[in-house]
Antibody, heavy 116, light 112 residues
Framework: EVQLVESGGGLVQPGRSLKLSCAAS????????MAWVRQAPTKGLEWVAS????????YYRDSVKGRFTISRDNAKSSLYLQMDSLRSEDTATYYC?????????WGQGVMVTVSS | DIVMTQSPSSLAVSAGETVTINCKSS????????????LAWYQQKPGQSPKLLIY???TRQSGVPDRFIGSGSGTDFTLTISSVQAEDLAIYYC????????FGAGTKLELK
């Protein structure tokens, strides 16, 4: 059974940093592109970033370019999202997903609140 | 970015009815190289993470009941749910993966 378990969320002040982690199991992690998708409270879904099988290629939405870094450790079957210079508009639930082309499997999500 | 427009934003139906949710993209999602439409549908139940229902516009994900049917091509797509059940209460999103991934705003399905 595919499992994606996010961690690392919480309350953080604007301008500060936070690192999210996603532990994957139940599938061959290195066979999948991976992605982070977020959802602001009571809002819709928004793709944030994606990473290729070996981490050699990364992709970001414009609003997070230069502030967020997606990475992966295939030996640990783990995905990460380093979030720097956080803004109030980054407040959301962040989901770890597999990314074939579409988003096949989703974690339960982790909440990030950016507020002073 | 490709803009995805869903309609209606919400609808209320009785159990057993058939519902249709529409999704329109600002440009064609049909790739001529493989004749595939780069569109997916997701279901998000209250308090849960989204779940993939349909990809390539009409292919059901494993385990998804056959009452969920995806159709359409180019810029106009439809998710049809036949014989709606109480467990189908959810928000439904379309998503294009032809270009930088974007989602529709969602359609909330409520039961009368």
């Amino acid at each position: 059974e595919v499992q994606l378990v996010e961690s690392g969320g919480g309350l953080v002040q604007p301008g500060r940093s936070l690192k999210l982690s996603c532990a994957a199991s139940g599938f061959t992690f290195s066979d999948y592109y991976m992605a982070w998708v977020r959802q602001a409270p009571t809002k819709g879904l928004e793709w944030v970033a994606s990473i290729s099988y070996d981490g050699g290629s990364t992709y970001y939405r414009d609003s997070v370019k230069g502030r967020f870094t997606i990475s992966r450790d295939n030996a640990k079957s783990s995905l990460y999202l380093q979030m720097d210079s956080l803004r109030s508009e980054d407040t959301a639930t962040y989901y770890c997903t597999t990314a074939t082309f579409y988003f096949d499997y989703w974690g339960q999500g982790v909440m990030v609140t950016v507020s002073s | 970015d490709i803009v995805m427009t869903q309609s209606p934003s919400s609808l209320a139906v009785s159990a057993g009815e058939t519902v249709t949710i529409n999704c329109k993209s600002s440009q064609s999602l049909l790739y001529s190289g493989n004749q595939k439409n780069y569109l997916a549908w997701y279901q998000q139940k209250p308090g849960q993470s989204p779940k993939l229902l349909i990809y390539w516009a009409s292919t059901r994900q494993s385990g998804v009941p056959d009452r969920f049917i995806g159709s359409g091509s180019g810029t106009d797509f439809t998710l049809t749910i036949s014989s709606v059940q109480a467990e189908d209460l959810a928000i439904y999103y379309c998503q294009q993966y032809y270009d930088t991934d974007t989602f529709g705003a969602g359609t909330k399905l409520e039961l009368k």
